[in-house]
């Protein structure tokens, strides 16, 4: 393939903008697919849990042709918490597509993937997305982008970008957006777009092999894949190589595989070339960050700085009394193993021991990228148990600093008032007040411990119609206590199993998380008490029986459903005495303090 018919493109935006909807419609549009022939909607966001919630989780790379070019495309996590991919992938890139949203304009994560653009020194082309939306307002979010642009100090020549219009949902792009759509459009415009304005990838062919690898994938014959560009040189099969670590030492490997992508799907080659994007089989152990090159002159590149992690939870084994009877692995070595392959592909993620029990500290960028693990890992049959998320505090000249975050903010405006009062109240400072067409958009900056489980909140004052989301700012002074929850707990006596008579009269203690027929062991929550104190209760307290008929007094028992809480709830839930059980089935909550008594 030749070097100047390459074009390596990340697509850039804050979460749900579009980026993985654009891609699907570039690849149909490139004429890759048989007229008849089924493809999967949202193609790149292959796992099960990003399906299920309509986000990117991990980096995907994918490929088409245009005219006599071959576009690499990388699909980029849009969500904060997932930010260590976008770093890493950038490295690949030779430019980014940056989307944005036609009636939101720029959101916090848009100012996070920008500014990491801009760092590696990256041509942009605007992606004006959505703009059949009712309320698009092209004109306004171009300023808006533009005022982003020289917030980060953009040079001048990156300040004059390309911008182009599109409707991913609808496959249509234009040059204006006041062009009519004609025949039902088509997206070759970004495509020319990219051709034009983003730069073949510089390198030379004749220098020693550099390759380094951005992403890890997995195949059930082959073991990991390293995947990256390769930046200098030429790679073939079997040729011999070795591989520079992160720690610096080099270890000699032979190439078995070399594969290309096309669409979303991985062809063999013999050989690479510079420029490409490759996914390399042959070393069993690769990771994130290391450098394929030369055993006559190894030169490896340099490390990808990562942002550090700003919160972190202990993985600990279950020990509940109902522990091993779900979970395929439940020591501490399985969930041990588990961890160290866990960070081999994902370098935002830190694991250490912990000093004081048996179990693990897990440190990442957000409640969401550590929820994402625990989900992934009871999937897989793990058994375990997680404590309340910790900001990770620093301590500088004397004085102990903690993780800000940049909270937007986008409610109606009847709702402005309960929001503003509770993130006064979380120690959240307002920085900006804009209103339009009924919607107000605030932006805080908040401590990160003020954000811990507040979204349900957020979601119950705005009646489910708000909208927001955060990235990360910056360390600054310790705000001071935050209350974390208000009510305490229902607390169960002894092991039992809940009857429908017992729940009943606990209705008015306060809001229950179990319905009838549940086992139970002594130690577990099974309800918010009304109060701010925990109370003990038995859900398994029946009905004294007698041979008398009461007259009046024997309705039916009418139990109101119990709030089932997804796993993320429960981690934002619990306070630093509880703790979450995780098991392949079931998600339970528990008292600390019971950890080891059998009912």
Not at 370 to 381: A, N, V
Not at 523 to 540: H, T
């Amino acid at each position: 393939m030749k070097q100047d018919k390459i074009r390596n493109v990340a697509i850039i935006a804050h979460v749900d903008h579009g980026k993985t909807t654009l891609v699907d419609e570039l690849f149909k549009n490139s004429g890759m697919y048989r007229d008849n022939q089924q493809v999967t909607e949202r193609l790149m966001d292959s796992m099960d849990l990003e399906r299920e919630r309509g986000i990117t989780i991990t980096a995907k790379n994918g490929s088409y042709e245009y005219k006599d070019f071959w576009i690499n495309i990388i699909d980029t996590p849009g969500h904060a918490d997932f930010g260590g991919q976008v770093e890493r992938v950038l490295r690949m890139a030779d430019g980014a597509l940056l989307l944005v949203d036609a009636q939101e304009g720029p959101m916090p994560q848009t100012y996070f993937v920008l500014k990491k653009a801009l760092e590696n020194n990256l041509p942009v082309i605007v992606v004006i997305n959505k703009i059949d939306k009712p309320a698009a307002r092209c004109d306004w979010v171009i300023d808006q982008v533009f005022d982003l642009f020289v917030k980060l100090n953009a040079p001048d020549d990156t300040l004059d970008f390309p911008v182009v219009y599109a409707s991913a949902k609808e496959g249509y792009a234009l040059r204006e957006h006041t062009d009519p759509v004609v025949d039902g459009g088509d997206m070759h415009i970004i495509s020319e777009m990219i051709v034009d304005h983003i730069p073949a990838p510089s390198g030379s062919p004749d220098a020693s092999l550099q390759m380094q690898v951005g992403t890890i994938d997995y195949s059930p014959y082959l073991g990991r894949l390293g995947i990256g560009k390769v930046v200098n040189g030429t790679m073939s099969i079997n040729q011999p190589i070795v591989v520079a670590r992160r720690d610096g030492s080099i270890k000699p490997v032979r190439i078995s595989k070399i594969y290309r992508f096309s669409s979303d799907e991985k062809v063999p080659i013999e050989m690479a070339a510079t420029g490409e994007i490759v996914a390399v089989a042959g070393m069993e152990d690769v990771t994130v960050g290391v450098t394929f090159t030369d055993p006559d002159d190894p030169q490896p590149l340099p490390l990808i700085d990562i942002d550090p992690p700003t919160i972190s939870m202990n993985f600990i084994p279950n020990d509940s009394p109902f522990a091993g009877k779900e979970g395929k692995f439940v020591t501490s070595r399985h969930i041990e193993e588990r961890l160290q392959r866990e960070i081999l592909a994902d370098v935002a993620l830190q694991v250490e021991p912990l000093t004081d029990g048996v179990g693990y500290r897990v440190s990442g960028r957000g409640e969401l990228h550590l929820s994402i693990l625990i989900e992934k890992m009871r999937r897989e049959g793990y058994e375990l148990q997680v404590t309340r998320p910790q900001v990770i505090l620093r301590q500088e000249d004397g004085q102990t600093l903690e993780p800000y975050e940049e909270l937007t903010v986008d409610v109606d405006e009847q709702f402005q008032g309960p929001v503003i009062e509770k993130l006064g109240k979380l120690r959240g400072q307002m920085e900006e007040m804009n209103t339009q067409n009924g919607m107000v958009r605030l932006k805080f900056k908040i401590p990160t411990r003020g954000l811990l489980g507040y979204r349900s909140e957020f979601m119950t004052d705005t009646k489910g119609m708000g909208m927001m989301s955060y990235v990360f700012a910056e360390y600054g002074p310790w705000a001071g206590e935050i209350k974390n929850r208000i009510n305490g707990v229902l607390v169960v006596m002894e092991a039992c199993t809940s009857v429908a008579y017992a729940l009943f009269n606990l209705q008015d203690r306060g809001k229950l998380f179990v319905g009838p027929g549940s086992p139970m062991y002594k130690g577990q929550i099974v309800g918010e008490c009304a109060r701010a104190a925990d109370l003990v209760v038995n859900p398994a307290k029946g009905k004294k029986l007698t041979n008398m008929r009461a007259s009046g007094s024997d309705e039916a028992v009418i139990l109101t459903p119990p709030l089932i809480m997804t796993l993320e709830d429960c981690i934002a839930y619990i306070n630093d005495d509880e703790l979450v059980e995780v098991t392949p089935k079931s998600i339970r909550l528990r008292k600390r303090t019971s950890v080891r008594t059998r009912g």
